[in-house]
């Protein structure tokens, strides 16, 4: 290829990929555009893609008008403890599944594995019923304990168990440490970046999830951030500017946990193939 | 006591949270979904046992079956588009070197990190028929507002209506309000299979392609025979990713249409069970349903595995 072909062939790629761009950008901007825009703004055609007098109102709003401020609390405290849970429970089992031997032991890994294959939805209804029996309805337990245990983040760090050579452990058992030792003194450190990795996408999860909060919260205070902002949409009428806000809250700090660990998410994707 | 047995303890003592969790919300409730699918139960009153009644009726109603014909536009509308979006960017994104590379990939990727609440409200602002920035672009060029989330006519029939030609229910394809859903699924999904085309790439030594060159096929030739079959697995795979997640669409659709759409054209199935369990508290029925469209999952899956897994060169 000459040289001026090739200068041409990037051009073009870049033209395309820009475009590209633009079509997944697009929503982002004209979210965040809306939510600066005042009432009168918004319904003006023709339209401004920038607002023409940035306002804070509808950020104002939806703090003052709605308890948006106690979605994101309830947001962080069942996203939070639902990772640190779901980690601790996967990284004991992730140990016994790669490391231990015991009957029965790939019977139940298999068992856990199936798990994925079954659809959300066809559980929530019976899930339901089990959280409601113990009372469960509308508290933090109730969103947080039937996400504490996943095939997917025993899955995957049982995968990354099995990639540590056995020397390391055979040397801390003959210095006498126990299983649990060896766990928290060896393999933890070792694996601290799959473990954030998982963390992050178990934090996104939850963060994101819908159905289960819907199903077990109906009142007001206990909804998450997603819930909050679905509820919001269905019961308040034509507030676009603020409903915009609202998603711009909403998203935020998953964005910004994504820059932060952008090349971790990548990265597991094309290891593992884990969704967003 | 014994090694063998100690061992056996310390390994059921290490599974054991993980596996109380999913005994009490995963495998009891499986089993409790499996028993409540052949009863009659409200709620509130005794729940009856009806045998296969609830499936029955499902199967023989109107209602269902539209249900699965719409997620199937659904699935179908979705799953062309993410894959060959996503094989697309990710041949134009291959060369690593290419300035701006990262920041390409970083922006392709942000809608699949964002909640499918978050942007079908953004979605749903865009798509909006007085204020929507659509309508008011297609204003701009002198066209004619479009009710993207109203307007139940299928777009085949639209298209055909120009002709004066009625096709059969069937056949008139998905109502706007669903194109507009299928869009935003779209959206979401060509970041991921972006990425994981670009890793199914790297992955292809060049060797290949110099032999190719050699024997002087153009490069539509060794992309057509090298790179297609070599990316199989990964096409195979995002397949089954997207078919399973498409099936279960849910809360786009209720933040868009939160009626089902117009004359119920976006009532996939999961809203559908939804309703038939939340509003009608038919939790049998629901049930029942609920296994249905497991079953069609599962068929689907089934059906990749035998038809597609057999072509994926490995």
Same mark, same amino acid.
């Given at each position: 290829?000459?040289?001026?072909?090739?200068?041409?062939?990037?051009?073009?790629?870049?033209?395309?990929?820009?475009?590209?761009?633009?079509?997944?950008?697009? /929503?982002?901007?004209? +979210?965040?555009? =809306?939510? @600066?825009?005042?009432?009168?703004?918004?319904?003006?055609? #023709?339209?401004? *893609?920038?607002?023409?007098?940035?306002?804070?109102?509808?950020?104002?709003?939806?703090?003052t008008?709605?308890?948006?401020?106690r979605?994101?609390?309830?947001?962080?405290?069942?996203?939070?403890?639902?990772?640190?849970?779901?980690?601790?429970?996967?990284?004991l089992?992730?140990?016994?599944?790669?490391?231990?031997?015991?009957?029965?032991?790939?019977?139940?890994?298999?068992?856990?594995?199936?798990?994925?294959?079954?659809?959300?939805?066809?559980?929530?209804?019976?899930?339901?019923?089990?959280?409601?029996?113990?009372?469960?309805?509308?508290?933090?337990?109730?969103?947080?304990? /039937?996400?504490?245990? +996943?095939?997917? =983040?025993? @899955?995957?760090?049982?995968?990354?168990?099995?990639?540590? #050579?056995?020397? *390391?452990?055979?040397?801390?058992?003959?210095?006498?440490?126990?299983?649990?030792?060896?766990?928290?003194?060896?393999?933890?450190?070792?694996?601290?970046?799959?473990?954030?990795?998982?963390?992050?996408?178990?934090?996104?999860?939850?963060?994101n999830?819908?159905?289960w909060?819907?199903?077990?919260?109906?009142?007001?205070?206990?909804?998450?951030?997603?819930?909050?902002?679905?509820?919001?949409?269905?019961?308040?009428?034509?507030?676009?500017?603020?409903?915009?806000?609202?998603?711009?809250?909403?998203?935020?700090?998953?964005?910004?946990a994504?820059f932060?660990?952008?090349?971790?998410?990548?990265?597991?994707?094309?290891? =593992?193939?884990?969704?967003? | 006591?014994?090694?063998?047995?100690?061992?056996?303890?310390?390994?059921?003592?290490?599974?054991?949270?993980?596996?109380?969790?999913?005994?009490?919300?995963?495998?009891?409730?499986?089993?409790y979904?499996?028993?409540?699918?052949?009863?009659?139960?409200?709620?509130?009153?005794?729940?009856?046992?009806?045998?296969?009644?609830?499936?029955?009726?499902?199967?023989?109603s109107?209602?269902?079956?539209?249900?699965?014909?719409y997620?199937?536009?659904?699935?179908?509308?979705?799953?062309?588009?993410?894959?060959?979006?996503?094989?697309?960017?990710?041949?134009?994104?291959?060369?690593?070197?290419?300035?701006?590379?990262g920041?390409?990939?970083?922006?392709?990727?942000?809608?699949?990190?964002?909640s499918?609440?978050?942007?079908?409200?953004?979605?749903?602002?865009?798509?909006?028929?007085q204020?929507?920035?659509?309508?008011?672009?297609?204003?701009?060029?002198?066209?004619?507002?479009?009710?993207?989330?109203?307007?139940?006519?299928?777009?085949?029939?639209?298209?055909?209506?120009?002709?004066?030609?009625?096709?059969?229910?069937?056949?008139?394809?998905?109502?706007?309000?669903?194109?507009?859903?299928?869009?935003?699924?779209?959206?979401?999904?060509?970041?991921?299979s972006?990425?994981?085309?670009?890793?199914?790439?790297?992955?292809?030594?060049?060797?290949?392609?110099?032999a190719?060159?050699?024997?002087?096929?153009?490069?539509?030739?060794?992309?057509?025979?090298?790179?297609?079959?070599?990316?199989?697995?990964?096409?195979?795979?995002?397949?089954?990713?997207?078919?399973i997640?498409?099936?279960?669409?849910?809360?786009?659709?209720?933040?868009?249409?939160?009626?089902?759409?117009?004359?119920?054209?976006?009532?996939?199935?999961?809203?559908?069970?939804?309703?038939?369990?939340?509003?009608?508290?038919?939790?049998g029925?629901?049930?029942?349903?609920a296994?249905?469209?497991?079953?069609?999952?599962?068929?689907?899956?089934?059906?990749?595995?035998?038809?597609?897994?057999?072509?994926?060169?490995?």
């Open positions: 290829m000459s040289k001026r072909t090739n200068i041409r062939v990037i051009t073009l790629k870049h033209l395309i990929l820009i475009a590209g761009s633009f079509f997944m950008l697009f /929503p982002f901007f004209w +979210t965040l555009s =809306t939510s @600066f825009k005042s009432l009168k703004e918004i319904f003006k055609n #023709p339209f401004s *893609l920038l607002p023409a007098n940035p306002t804070f109102g509808n950020y104002v709003a939806i703090f008008k709605i308890p948006f401020a979605y994101l609390l309830n947001s962080f405290v069942v996203a939070s403890l639902t990772t640190l849970l779901q980690i601790a429970t996967a990284i089992s992730a140990y016994a599944f790669s490391r231990l031997e015991f009957k029965g032991r790939d019977l139940i890994f298999y068992t856990f594995l199936a798990t994925m294959m079954i659809p959300g939805q066809l559980l929530m209804i019976p899930q339901y019923l089990v959280v409601s029996s113990f009372g469960w309805v509308n508290t933090y337990q109730g969103l947080i304990i /039937p996400y504490t245990a +996943t095939a997917v =983040t025993t @899955f995957f760090l049982r995968q990354f168990f099995l990639t540590i #050579p056995k020397d *390391l452990e055979d040397a801390a058992v003959i210095d006498g440490c126990n299983e649990l030792q060896i766990l928290t003194k060896i393999f933890i450190p070792l694996l601290k970046p799959a473990v954030l990795t998982i963390a992050i996408f178990s934090f996104m999860w939850s963060w999830g819908y159905f909060p819907l199903l077990i919260v109906n009142v007001p205070n206990m909804r998450t951030v997603q819930l909050g902002l679905a509820m919001f949409r269905t019961e308040g009428g034509m507030q676009w500017g603020q409903f915009m806000a609202g998603t711009v809250v909403a998203t935020l700090p998953i964005l910004i994504y932060i660990a952008q090349r971790h998410f990548v990265k597991s994707i094309t290891l =593992t193939g884990l969704k967003g | 006591m014994n090694s063998k047995l100690k061992k056996t303890i310390k390994g059921y003592f290490f599974i054991s949270p993980s596996a109380t969790v999913m005994i009490v919300f995963i495998f009891f409730p499986l089993l979904a499996f028993f409540m699918s052949f009863h009659q139960w409200d709620m509130s009153s005794q729940a009856i046992f009806v045998g296969f009644q609830n499936y029955v009726l499902a199967l023989t109107t209602q269902f079956w539209n249900s699965m014909f997620t199937l536009y659904y699935v179908l509308g979705v799953l062309p588009f993410s894959l060959f979006f996503g094989l697309f960017f990710a041949i134009l994104l291959r060369d690593g070197t290419m300035r701006g590379v920041i390409y990939r970083m922006i392709y990727f942000m809608p699949v990190v964002t499918p609440i978050a942007a079908a409200m953004g979605f749903n602002w865009i798509f909006q028929s204020m929507g920035i659509a309508n008011h672009i297609i204003e701009k060029f002198g066209g004619q507002d479009v009710s993207w989330l109203t307007n139940p006519t299928g777009i085949l029939q639209m298209f055909f209506n120009n002709f004066n030609i009625s096709l059969p229910t069937i056949l008139q394809g998905p109502s706007l309000a669903l194109v507009v859903i299928i869009l935003l699924g779209i959206w979401q999904n060509v970041g991921y972006t990425v994981v085309y670009l890793a199914g790439l790297q992955s292809i030594s060049s060797t290949y392609y110099e190719a060159a050699l024997d002087g096929a153009s490069e539509w030739k060794s992309f057509w025979n090298i790179t297609l079959p070599l990316l199989s697995p990964s096409t195979f795979f995002l397949m089954i990713m997207f078919t997640s498409s099936f279960q669409v849910f809360g786009p659709i209720q933040i868009m249409t939160p009626s089902g759409g117009p004359l119920n054209t976006t009532s996939v199935v999961v809203f559908y069970l939804y309703r038939q369990a939340f509003s009608y508290y038919n939790m029925y629901a049930m029942a349903v296994f249905l469209l497991m079953g069609m999952i599962l068929l689907a899956t089934i059906f990749q595995f035998k038809f597609l897994e057999r072509r994926v060169y490995e």
